[in-house]
């Protein structure tokens, strides 16, 4: 579940939104950053990605990390900031711990200030697969819907059913789900086609063979043109969208502009 240790636990939040901004353009800074402090330093199983030779010394506080993280680089993500050092790192972004040359906070480095906006709305980061790949994801386990419910629900979040397009995907989801649960997966039969919902992409034979569930999917009886990650064979299935599920959400990962 996505209360798990999985989820992104900060040290430090920042309550406010990020501004936007336009290419190569900084932005006024907000005067009403505001944040909360706690004494912790991790955010397990995720890293941070540092800019690039961009930390400041003799930075006076926190306020004033932050004001000069956003005015000199508007696409951070947060920043990591040593009140006893006085040194201030931009954050690019997070990262799995798998991720080739990801690094954990030191302490030497202080502690972590990152943006609600990284997912917002009750997502969670989670990595997955050997690459450190991440995904928003918001897991709604607590009510049965049905497909056209559930992707209704995911968009009023700006998200839509979750795409489970590899194997390192699938486990995230077996390693999260509680029950069966709807997926973003449709078969739309005048043009004979499976799609993933979440980009409109067309399912491969490949994805097939590493997903679904063997012989699927058949669109048994004619009435199975939405998808499920079965719970009791944990993998995907075709179903009929008028079943109820629980249902995992996915947004597209914020990315830094251009």
């Known amino acids: 579940m996505l209360g798990s240790g999985r989820s992104v636990t900060c040290c430090v ?24 402090q706690e ?4 955010i397990l199983p995720l890293v941070p990605k540092r800019l690039i030779s961009s930390s400041w010394t003799g930075v006076s506080d926190a306020l004033t990390c932050a004001r000069r993280s956003l005015s000199m680089f508007p696409g951070s993500r947060g920043f990591l900031y040593n ?8 954050v690019l972004w997070l990262e799995g711990p798998s991720a080739p040359g990801a690094l954990a906070a030191q302490s030497e480095e202080g502690d972590l200030y990152l943006s609600p906006g990284v997912c917002g709305d009750g997502f969670q980061v989670m990595a997955f697969g050997s690459a450190g790949d991440l995904a928003c994801l918001r897991h709604e386990n607590t009510t049965l819907v049905t497909q056209m419910e559930a992707s209704s629900n995911c968009s009023a979040w700006g998200a839509h059913l979750v795409s489970v397009k590899t194997v390192a995907k699938l486990q995230l989801i077996r ?5 069966s649960t709807w997926v973003g997966f449709v078969f739309l039969e005048e043009q004979g086609i499976h799609l993933w ?13 590493d997903v679904f569930l063997e012989g699927e999917p058949n669109n048994l009886d004619g009435v199975e ?19 109820k599920f629980h249902y995992i959400c996915e947004k597209d990962l914020p990315v830094l502009d251009e």
């Not at 919902?197 to 063979?209: C, L, M, P």
Request: hydrophobic content about 30%; charged content about 15%.
């Open 13 to 36: 939040i920042f309550l406010y939104t990020w501004m936007h901004h336009h290419a190569g353009q900084a932005q006024p800074v907000s005067k009403s950053l505001r944040y909360a």
């Open 39 to 42: 004494n912790q330093t991790s």
């Open 83 to 90: 009140r006893t050092s006085a040194l201030c790192s931009p």
């Open 175 to 179: 390693d999260i789900a509680t029950f």
């Open 197 to 209: 919902t979440g980009d409109g992409e067309t399912v491969t034979s490949q994805q097939i063979q």
């Open 225 to 243: 043109y939405c998808g499920q990650f079965y719970f009791e064979y944990l993998e995907l299935n075709d179903v009929s969208c008028i079943e």
